[in-house]
């Protein structure tokens, strides 16, 4: 065998153990994961719920009322984390923060996110009207959700419940319950900005977001309870609270990987 045919030979026994190495490489899944982490203050105090202590209008404590909550479950749908690289998810998630027995904390995992750089995540506060259909949820956890079909139909974006104390010392409920009316919809988006970061293949971040309680009620329209307490039907009441649940209800926090929490 000449020197010529010996070389060739030898650059294709190379090239066989060579490619498959490549091809085993290339079919290992780009991905990470991210965890989204709602955590859940009221003003500057930490949430406690049926605490009724906290006051509804803190730079105006002159008025005199305080409140618990005792009730917080809400949907989030529609979300999104975008960057250099994009994740979508179209599922609904269903949030009970007060029917808890340890940390008050809502914890949404999604373990197939491209591997990317991410700075910015944007969700729907309730159900958009392509979601929000009467049966869909099919879960009998979605139950206590329903929202009833002569006053718009399909599910609640929100119940939060609890009593407030009036300056009177009169002890009352308040029924912060917000979904479609037959006038309209008053989901919203919220879009948050957050610290950029990559993630690696294999490698997980996680994302807090907060929401302060307080603001519901405070910014940028000063709320009151209403007596009585149900505003189901009241959209120019719907309409306050999702004005001020687009604008500081929530607050994204600095990324961490796990290895990073105390």
Known sequence: MSRHIRTLVLVAVLAGLIVPL??????????????????????????????????????????GVVFSIDTLKYYVSRLRITGGSSFASDLIHRMDVTNQSSAYE???????????????ITFTFGLDDEQNVAGALLSPDNDDMIW?????????????????????????????????????????????PFAQFDLGVGKTMRIPINMDILQWYNNPNKYDFPTPPAIMGDDARQAVIQENGKNAVFIAGTPIPPDFEN
């Not at 990470?32 to 509804?56: C, H, M, W």
């Open 106 to 120: 809502n914890v949404l995992s999604f373990t197939s996110v491209p591997a990317g750089n991410y700075k910015e």
């Open 148 to 192: 009833p079909e002569q006053m718009g139909d399909g599910y609640h974006y929100m119940k939060m419940e609890g009593r407030w104390i009036d300056a009177a010392g009169d002890t009352l409920t308040y029924l912060t319950h917000t979904g479609r009316t037959l006038q309209g919809s008053y989901f919203f988006t919220v879009t948050l």
């Open 22 to 63: 490549g091809c085993g490489d290339s079919n290992t899944p780009q991905i990470g994961r991210i965890d989204v982490i709602f955590t859940y203050k009221v003003g500057a105090a930490p949430f406690f719920p049926e605490s009724l202590n906290y006051f509804l209008h803190p730079e105006d404590p002159s008025d």
